[in-house]
């Protein structure tokens, strides 16, 4: 099937109690069994919900992936993912992460003796030369946030079965609309379902999708045993909304894609970042891997009050956490997203306290250029 008929009707059918064409929100927390050791196959609420099921398979198909396992937050699954390693073990990861991401694994998960090293994964060499006999994952996001670098999924994917290593990639930025690391061999694809996938800025959630049946099998049982699942009600909201996720996805690309120009051509940024504009460095990867560029665009102003008069002075773009929403959002990524990276790590990677991140929405593109040629001027 093509991509708009599995986004509204993978997953689903029509409920065979009434007939409704809309998956309900079976809003239980337990199930009634016939007899002593024999049930309906649903038993509890954490462990079986149809309307999550639903949810599950729908984005599996869009990832063309097997299996899909939902959880209460981008970072929740995140957070999953290290349940596939253990103590002693080392994970390669690309440095210019989602900032939660940093925050969880360097902060935090390094307490329970995991080890992490971050590298500038655009050279696969730097993913190369970090794997050590006791590497088990390599952890890569592309494009990165903020600074929208890419890494060659195929050349990461085959890199890791050489050295019998898990792949995983954070897909949140392109959607599966524009992107499927499965079909580059990766073994795992995240998702943060609070931005594209659900994008209209109501809910927090995460998925892992995985087409490996010993990885799934895992992952299903800390899905159960940690008990970090999304509601029925937020499942229920992200399958209405991957239903547009075609439609979402073309406008917020025609809109960056347009966005991004502007910023380039005016002047007004010291440098614009964008996969579609050909001075990006990865163009040529972005067009082979992907199937289009994304709505996310930063740009550098060169300096923190150039910067802070964008952010302070826009009146349709909306300062605030997150990206994906089909309302435009601006954000400070030094003192938001990534305030928890040290300032040297951010410098080195050129997230600077001038740059500023545009999640560009499906408003009319004109008034989202005016709204920023206002603010500067």
């Known amino acids: 099937m093509g991509f708009s008929t599995d986004a509204i009707h993978a997953g689903q059918i029509p409920d065979p109690t009434t007939g409704a064409v809309i998956t309900p929100i079976y809003q239980t927390s337990t199930y009634a069994q016939h007899e002593l050791g024999k049930s309906t196959g649903f ?3 954490r462990t079986h919900n149809f309307t999550r099921q639903a949810l599950e398979k729908n984005i599996a198909v869009l990832e063309k992936g097997k299996y899909g396992i939902a959880f209460a937050s981008g970072l929740a699954a995140t957070h999953a993912l290290m349940n596939l390693v253990k103590a002693g073990d080392h994970i390669v990861i690309s440095n210019n992460v989602y900032g939660g991401t940093y925050r969880l694994y360097e902060l935090n998960m390094k307490n329970y003796g995991l080890d992490f090293s971050w590298v500038d994964s655009t050279d696969l060499k730097n993913v190369e030369n970090a794997i050590r006999p006791n590497t088990k994952m390599i952890y890569v996001e592309t494009p990165t946030n903020p600074m929208l670098n890419l890494t060659d999924l195929k050349a990461v994917s085959e890199l890791a079965k ?3 290593l898990i792949s995983v990639c954070d897909n949140t930025f392109m959607s599966p609309y524009f992107q499927n690391p499965l079909t580059f061999g990766i073994d795992i694809v995240l998702h943060s379902t609070t931005k ?3 994008g209209h800025s109501d809910i927090i959630g995460g998925m892992l999708i995985t087409s490996d049946e010993k990885i799934h099998e895992r992952i299903r049982y800390i899905q159960n045993a940690a ?3 999304p509601s029925p009600f937020d499942c229920w909201l992200v399958l209405r909304s991957t239903k547009t996720l075609a439609v979402r ?5 025609e809109n960056a894609n347009t966005f991004a120009k502007f910023l380039s051509e005016s002047g007004y940024a010291k440098k614009v ?3 579609g504009l050909k001075n990006h460095p990865q163009h040529e990867l972005a067009k082979k891997q992907m199937r289009g560029f994304g709505g996310m665009v930063s740009a550098d102003f060169g300096s923190l009050d150039a910067a802070k008069k964008v952010l302070n002075n826009v009146k349709i773009f909306t300062l605030a956490e997150s990206l994906g929403g089909v309302e435009s ?5 030094a003192s938001m997203t990534h305030a928890s990276v040290p300032k040297e790590e951010r410098d080195k990677m050129g997230l600077t306290e001038s740059l500023v991140r545009f ?3 499906i408003e009319d593109i004109e008034d989202l250029i005016a709204d920023v040629t206002q603010a500067l001027k």
């Open 273 to 275: 970042i964008y996969p």
């Open 162 to 164: 050489k050295n019998n």
């Open 329 to 333: 959002l601006i954000s400070h990524p």
């Open 359 to 361: 999640s560009v929405g």
């Open 249 to 253: 996805m073309k406008q917020h690309e």
């Open 227 to 229: 008990g970090g699942v």
């Open 196 to 198: 594209y996938l659900n």
């Open 43 to 45: 038993e509890y609420a």
